[in-house]
């Protein structure tokens, strides 16, 4: 599966955006999806996942209550939904996918093996 992330800009503090992650090839809603996102200096960190039918989610205490995942299993696409945006969460932000033998979701980035190229996310006050 081929992975394509969009939607990063620049945006305020307190603001929100919708990134979005447009996968091609086959089997779209047997991968478990994931964003992750690297801010500057820092190491690659988990934000979201999805389940294949977008029934369990998991999300990062940083972004809990804040950030929503969703998928469109029909269109081939999940999107992170990214509200009270703050400068902590300036990073380039990566969707990804499980092999699709689990099923499960995970937090751990070597769970996933398929990356897409990253989008990059500035927060501004």
């Known amino acids: 599966v081929q992975l394509q992330a969009s939607g990063g800009g620049l945006v305020q503090a307190g603001g929100s955006l919708r990134l979005s992650c447009a996968a091609s090839?086959?089997?779209?809603?047997?991968?478990?999806m994931g964003w992750f996102r690297q801010a500057p200096g820092k190491e690659r960190e988990f934000v979201a996942a999805t389940s294949v039918r977008g029934v369990s989610t998991s999300y990062s205490d940083s972004v809990k209550g804040r950030f929503s995942i969703s998928r469109d299993n029909a269109l081939n696409t999940v999107s992170l939904q990214m509200n009270s945006l703050k400068l902590e969460d300036t990073a380039v932000y990566y969707c990804?996918?499980?092999?699709?033998?689990?099923?499960?979701?995970?937090?751990?980035?070597?769970?996933?093996?398929?990356w897409g190229q990253g989008t990059l996310v500035t927060v501004s006050s």
């Open positions: 990804a996918a499980r092999d699709s033998r689990y099923s499960s979701t995970s937090s751990s980035l070597t769970a996933y093996a398929y």
């Open positions: 090839g086959r089997g779209f809603s047997n991968y478990v």
